[in-house]
């Protein structure tokens, strides 16, 4: 099953859509989706955005020490989404990229990641279904 998010950036407007697909973590994507809508605030690691703790709770589900670029993914150690659309301060190359722990990848950004590099740590978020 595949499902469209969307993450509004309350402080800009700017808005960025996920596709969320259950093939690898439907357990996590199942908790994702009956918890929204969530507000919550982002922070910057690198070239990933996650947010603070949601109250989305899901154990490690084919978690992933290496993600892919645009990769949406959910951390279990944080409670936490996570975009990742570049290397992360302990990715060991520029094509690389590490979260800070294992991750259960849920979907992929499938709108303009441009907005990403834009987005203050700290920015306000409301992440809904579509």
């Known amino acids: 099953m595949k499902k469209r998010i969307s993450v509004t950036f309350t402080d800009s407007g700017k808005i960025v859509f996920i596709e969320l697909d259950d093939s690898q973590s439907p357990k996590t994507v199942k908790a994702i989706l009956d918890n929204l809508p969530i507000e919550v605030k982002i922070n910057r690691w690198g070239d990933e955005l996650y947010t603070d703790k949601t109250p989305i709770v899901a154990e490690e589900e084919n978690a992933q020490s290496i993600v892919n670029l645009l990769d949406v ?13 570049g290397p992360t301060p302990i990715s060991k190359s520029p094509d690389e ?13 499938i709108s303009e990641e441009d907005i990403l590099y834009q987005i203050k740590d700290g920015s306000k978020v409301v992440i809904k279904s579509e």
């Open 73 to 85: 993914a959910y951390w279990p150690e944080g409670n936490a989404l996570c975009l990742f659309y």
């Open 97 to 109: 990229i590490l979260p800070y722990s294992p991750v259960n990848v849920v979907g992929k950004i």
